[in-house]
């Protein structure tokens, strides 16, 4: 009995001090992230869909930017993808867009920025390219008034 009960002190004891933590990477912001306009040429179309979570507030004012590219430093930029009065990035909206800029090869990153007071609560970005596969990026968190990147999780794999 004495032996039981050492060993589920001990138990108790190395579980108590195992701190659990996510495995999924959350965004992070990159302050070293500069904008590469100059190359938005514009001889390539891509779609990107964005969905705001149902946790968002209910709609922003908020100027929101878009970077996207691939692992060679083509880069699109959209300084201002955002329209107050269009309703765009209400709460549980799906909200596309048609951006041309430079031909990428596979997108790999994508960067967003957020300026205002409202906040806004990303779900997920997929983008869509004509030469590319639909890359997805998903977010699930608040984008602060800066860059925020995330890393592509490929569709379907």
Not at 53 to 68: E, K, L, V
Not at 101 to 127: F, H
Request: glycine share 6%.
């Amino acid at each position: 009995m004495k032996a039981a009960v050492t060993f589920l002190l001990h138990f108790a004891l190395i579980f108590s001090t195992i701190q659990a933590r996510s495995i999924i990477p959350q965004p992070q912001a990159l302050r070293s992230f500069k904008v590469n306009d100059t190359q938005n040429v514009g001889s390539c179309s891509y779609s990107v869909a964005i969905k705001t979570s149902c946790s968002s507030p209910r709609y922003t004012r908020d100027q929101i930017s878009i970077a996207f590219g691939d692992a060679y430093g083509y880069q699109v930029y959209a300084p201002r993808i955002d329209n107050p009065r269009s309703r765009a990035f209400e709460s549980c909206s799906m909200d596309t867009f048609q951006i041309s800029g430079p031909c990428t090869y596979q997108i790999c990153y994508v960067y967003l920025y957020r300026s205002g007071y409202d906040g806004w609560l990303v779900d997920t970005v997929t983008i869509y390219g004509h030469y590319t596969k639909a890359a997805t990026f998903y977010y699930n968190a608040y984008i602060p008034s800066q860059w925020r990147s995330q890393k592509t999780k490929l569709e379907g794999s």
